[in-house]
């Protein structure tokens, strides 16, 4: 199987701040992409997606985007609550959906 | 959204045995499921795409007759490992998805299966 990185960094933020979560993906031809949330012993829940023809996307409390440029992809999260803390994956698909490095969020009261 | 379940949700088995695991669309009929493997702070893995009726197509360096996929049904998939040891024991996520494959169609993720091998 395929893997963008072995090792979970971390990010630490006080609870109100918002968050802001980033990953490298490695197909430039990638025309898909999905941040996904995954709670300890939990399978992922799917949060937010973007096209490859966008360069960011809204949704509640969370915001995409994305450089096709640097094949970058960032997932903002507003007011960062004790709930939102978790393991942030991002994923890209290029035929099959490929999992990238996750970071480990830890909310701060 | 849709709902896919894995069962069982853990499972403890000694060195040598076999173990199942399923997976089932419950509310949709899955035309292809997929199962990954996850090792503790690490990404998910891919190991096997499976359409309805075919035989599964592996990742490279997952061995086929170790893992052993089936996917008899629209809506369930099985995963057998075989000859456990203890480097297998990891959670396992299976996920479905519905349509044809195109590039926005959405995969469904089950709960997972925590595999403890002694």
């Known amino acids: 199987g395929e893997s963008v990185g072995l090792h979970l960094p971390t990010l630490s933020v006080q609870e109100g701040d918002n968050s802001i979560i980033n990953c490298a993906y490695s197909?430039?031809?990638?025309?898909?992409f999905i941040w996904y949330k995954q709670e300890s012993g939990k399978g992922p829940q799917f949060i937010i997606d973007?096209?490859?023809?966008?360069d960011k996307r809204q949704g509640q409390r969370v915001t995409v985007l994305l450089n096709k440029t640097v094949k970058h992809l960032s997932l903002q999260i507003a007011a960062t609550q004790p709930g939102d803390s978790a393991v942030y994956f991002c994923?890209?698909?290029?035929?099959?959906?490929?999992f990238g490095q996750g970071t480990e969020l830890s909310v701060k009261p | 959204g849709a709902v896919v379940s894995q069962h069982p949700s853990w499972v403890i088995c000694k060195s040598g045995t076999s173990v199942k695991i399923e997976c089932r669309s419950l509310?949709?009929?899955?035309?292809?499921m997929f199962w990954y493997r996850q090792f503790p702070k690490q990404s998910l893995m891919l190991m096997a795409t499976?359409?309805?009726?075919?035989?599964?197509?592996?990742e490279q360096g997952v061995e086929k007759d170790k893992f052993l996929i089936n996917h008899a049904s629209l809506t369930l998939s099985t995963l057998t490992v075989t000859s456990a040891h203890p480097e297998d024991s990891s959670f396992y996520i299976c996920?479905?998805?519905?349509?044809?494959?195109?590039?926005?169609?959405?995969?469904?993720f089950g709960p997972g299966t925590r595999l403890t091998v002694l």
């Open positions: 996920s479905a998805r519905a349509g044809s494959g195109g590039p926005y169609n959405e995969q469904f």
């Open positions: 197909n430039s031809a990638s025309d898909y």
């Open positions: 973007i096209r490859s023809n966008m």
């Open positions: 994923a890209e698909k290029y035929g099959k959906l490929i």
């Open positions: 509310d949709f009929q899955a035309t292809t």
């Open positions: 499976s359409n309805e009726g075919s035989k599964a197509t592996y």
